[in-house]
């Protein structure tokens, strides 16, 4: 033993290396649960805000727009905004709901 390790400082880094080698699997496991727990933070508050966002836009959008038109005929068209009364076709209410969408998170496209 004594040829292995000069002396009983020697022994002393070898456990102590050990010990730190032994907790590595434990200090990864612990940052790594903290790191998805933030992830699933983030995307709560993500899918939070495109739900929100949808039935503010479709009340905006389509339900106050055949409101503040009311004996009317409703259409159905892409230029909405030029027509009292008319609601945006399903394309064009994707593209304004996506871009709604990413005006209120930053990191949803």
Avoid: C
């Avoid at 005929?73 to 304004?96: F, M, Q, R």
């Amino acid at each position: 033993m004594k040829i292995l390790f000069g002396g009983k400082t020697d022994l002393l880094v070898f456990f102590l290396v050990v010990l730190l080698l032994a907790g590595l699997p434990a200090a990864v496991w612990m940052d790594l649960t903290n790191l998805a727990e933030a992830n699933l933070n983030r995307q709560a508050s993500d899918l939070n805000s495109v739900i929100s966002s949808v039935p503010s836009y479709y009340a905006t959008n389509v339900v106050g727009r055949i409101l503040a038109a009311p004996g009317v005929a409703t259409k159905v068209v892409h230029n909405y905004e030029d027509i009292p009364g008319a609601i945006p076709i399903p394309a064009t209410l994707s593209l304004e709901l996506g871009r709604v969408i990413s005006e209120r998170q930053h990191n949803i496209t």
